[in-house]
């Protein structure tokens, strides 16, 4: 919006408005482009940490496992959990040499066309596994593009453990996803690593980051026995 339909919906002056929106943007709480704002950045992110209780608890258990993964890969790392028929990324960590991912902390994916969303989704609920089935939305030409498809892929990922994402959500990106498994046997969220083909090889880090997912589940599955004990 501009500054004076902002300021006619917050009942400012729109001289205050303007001020106001001068420091949202210094904050990168709000995003200037031309004479129109947007959200921001910044706030994103308070949206994806505030969009369910237990996802603060979620990011300090996982944060360690995640700093683990970009020492020993120095690749883009990340964390989300299933949101509707997207991933909603929580937490993302990268370095100076990370790659331009359209994964943003704060963002959504459709689900369907990244790794991490079909680790979330391989041990999901099947009845969003058929909604997202007949509402694929690819990103390009290798994206999952049918129901047979996103069957094969999900239960390669039930037998391994793993997902892959081959430039199905920009060319040029690969990823490999593990699943951060409930104690019923569901799942709570997911975590994934992405670098560009000339670099990155994923099925490498497979072995790294099943075992981070295999951790953090069991430091949230401790910390679901502790709030249950009090």
């Given at each position: 919006?501009g500054?004076?339909?902002?300021?006619?919906?917050?009942?400012?002056?729109?001289?205050?408005?303007?001020?106001?929106?001068?420091?949202?943007?210094?904050?990168?709480?709000?995003?200037?482009?031309?004479?129109?704002?947007s959200?921001?950045?910044?706030?994103?992110?308070?949206?994806?940490?505030?969009?369910?209780?237990?996802?603060?608890?979620?990011?300090?258990?996982?944060?360690?496992?995640?700093?683990?993964?970009?020492?020993?890969?120095?690749?883009?790392v990340?964390?989300?959990?299933?949101?509707?028929?997207?991933?909603?990324?929580?937490?993302?960590?990268?370095?100076?040499?990370?790659?331009?991912?359209?994964?943003?902390?704060?963002?959504?994916?459709?689900?369907a066309n990244?790794a991490?969303?079909?680790?979330?989704?391989?041990?999901?609920?099947?009845?969003?596994?058929?909604?997202?089935?007949?509402?694929?939305?690819?990103?390009?030409?290798l994206?999952?593009?049918?129901?047979?498809?996103?069957?094969r892929?999900l239960?390669?990922?039930r037998?391994?453990?793993?997902?892959?994402?081959?430039?199905?959500?920009?060319?040029?990106?690969?990823?490999?996803a593990?699943?951060?498994?409930?104690?019923?046997g569901?799942?709570v969220?997911?975590?994934?690593?992405?670098?560009?083909?000339?670099?990155?090889?994923?099925?490498d880090?497979?072995?790294?980051?099943?075992?981070?997912?295999?951790?953090i589940?069991?430091h949230?599955?401790?910390?679901?026995?502790?709030?249950?004990?009090?």
């Amino acid at each position: 919006m501009g500054v004076s339909e902002i300021a006619r919906r917050a009942h400012l002056p729109k001289s205050t408005a303007h001020r106001l929106l001068a420091v949202l943007v210094d904050w990168d709480m709000v995003t200037k482009r031309g004479t129109e704002y947007s959200p921001g950045a910044r706030l994103n992110e308070l949206a994806a940490i505030g969009s369910k209780p237990n996802n603060h608890e979620l990011r300090r258990v996982a944060l360690p496992h995640l700093l683990d993964l970009y020492e020993i890969t120095h690749e883009t790392v990340n964390l989300g959990i299933l949101t509707g028929h997207d991933v909603l990324y929580i937490d993302k960590i990268h370095g100076h040499n990370g790659v331009n991912s359209p994964a943003c902390v704060g963002g959504r994916l459709p689900a369907a066309n990244t790794a991490i969303g079909k680790a979330l989704l391989a041990f999901g609920d099947e009845g969003v596994v058929a909604r997202i089935s007949a509402n694929l939305r690819p990103a390009t030409s290798l994206s999952v593009a049918s129901p047979a498809q996103l069957n094969r892929d999900l239960a390669a990922i039930r037998r391994y453990g793993v997902a892959y994402d081959r430039q199905e959500s920009k060319p040029g990106l690969t990823c490999v996803a593990a699943p951060v498994r409930s104690w019923s046997g569901g799942v709570v969220a997911a975590i994934s690593i992405s670098g560009p083909v000339h670099r990155f090889r994923p099925a490498d880090a497979a072995p790294a980051i099943r075992a981070a997912a295999a951790g953090i589940a069991k430091h949230v599955q401790q910390a679901t026995w502790r709030r249950a004990a009090r």
